[in-house]
């Protein structure tokens, strides 16, 4: 009986490996054909950006091909003409391009002066712009002072009284200063003149050999 029991748990312990192996086995094949089916997208993936790389690669190598081929064009255009022009103005005659130019300086005075008349025109606008402005700001400050009340008025009068006596004591201050450097000048001038005058004979007299005379015009 023991033996028995004992085999049935074998088989029992032998079939649950077999069923896990058999889950493990399905699983690994179950992720295999996911990675490859994955790869698969990848490399389709892939193969679908390198197609439109290679294509807008193509697109741009036509374009820039074609920008080339258009700037020796437009260059060979512009040689051409530079050399029909070249050859036309020689054949041309002096009178002709004098007569050229009197026309386009007639042109060039023309719109000169319409432009300075453009320009007055602006001017005037401007100004009237301003006189208006001018008058409105005028009219707002008139207004101001209507509303402001008599009493702020009596104040700022009374300050500007205060500020005017100040003011006026500075410059009297001032103007007394001045006038005792002028008196002090004029007395170290006269100073020198009383120390001078009996000195300036005696130089004559050196100098000349003698006194000066009465009828000459040397200073005495």
């Given at each position: 009986m023991n033996e028995r029991k004992e085999s049935k748990k074998e088989r029992k312990r032998k079939e649950r490996k077999k069923r896990k192996q058999e889950r493990k086995h399905e699983s690994k094949q179950a992720r295999k054909q996911e990675n490859k089916e994955a790869r698969k997208q990848a490399r389709k993936k892939q193969k679908k950006e390198s197609k439109k790389t290679r294509k807008h690669e193509s697109k741009q190598a036509r374009k820039q091909e074609n920008k080339e081929a258009r700037k020796k064009e437009t260059k060979e255009r512009k040689k051409t003409r530079k050399q029909e022009s070249t050859k036309a103005i020689k054949q041309e005659s002096k009178q002709e391009r004098n007569k050229r130019k009197k026309e386009i300086e007639k042109t060039r005075q023309h719109e000169s002066k319409q432009a300075r008349k453009q320009a007055r025109k602006k001017q005037k606008k401007e100004r009237k712009k301003e006189r208006k402005r001018k008058q409105e700001s005028k009219k707002a400050r008139k207004q101001a002072s209507k509303q402001e009340s008599k009493h702020e008025r009596n104040e700022r009068k009374k300050e500007s009284k205060k500020t005017g006596k100040?003011?006026?004591?500075?410059?009297?201050?001032?103007?007394?200063?001045?006038?005792?450097?002028?008196?002090?000048?004029r007395e170290r001038e006269r100073g020198w003149a009383?120390?001078?005058?009996?000195?300036?004979?005696?130089l004559w007299e050196a100098k000349a050999g003698g006194p000066p005379e009465v009828g000459s015009g040397r200073p005495a």
């Open positions: 100040q003011e006026s004591t500075k410059a009297s201050k001032r103007a007394r200063e001045r006038e005792r450097e002028r008196e002090r000048e009383r120390w001078l005058t009996p000195v300036i004979p005696a």
